[in-house]
């Protein structure tokens, strides 16, 4: 009897860790950023106010890698701004370690006057 015990206890324990370790996945593995349009972080495309390029990049490579069983590791470069208008959009390149890219589709998902909400696809 105290066998089947362990091995009910042993088994409960090692599901919790499962769900713990999945929540902490979803929660960390989000392809979704909220920026402030501030003077270090704005530019100008086509007339609209817009994201820097570097700052698309830097925080789509973070998120693109954020644990080693999410995604693939890439260096993300963007060729111009992310324009702060709802709709818009841009595509960034990840460059492997093996030198292979990928295409990182990236839109804008809502635009307030001090931020703005965009998406990336993983």
Known sequence: MPDSRFLVGFVGGAAAVFVLVALATHL???EEST?????HD??????HRALAPGTVAGRTQSLYHPLPWVGSK?????P?????????????????GDGTTVDIPVRVVRVSGASLTWRFER
């Open 80 to 96: 111009t701004g992310l324009k702060a208008v709802t709709g818009a959009r841009l595509t960034c390149t990840g460059r492997r």
């Open 42 to 47: 704005t530019v100008l495309v086509e007339g």
């Open 28 to 30: 960390v593995s989000r």
């Open 35 to 39: 920026t402030a349009l501030d003077a």
């Open 74 to 78: 890439v260096h993300v470069t963007c």
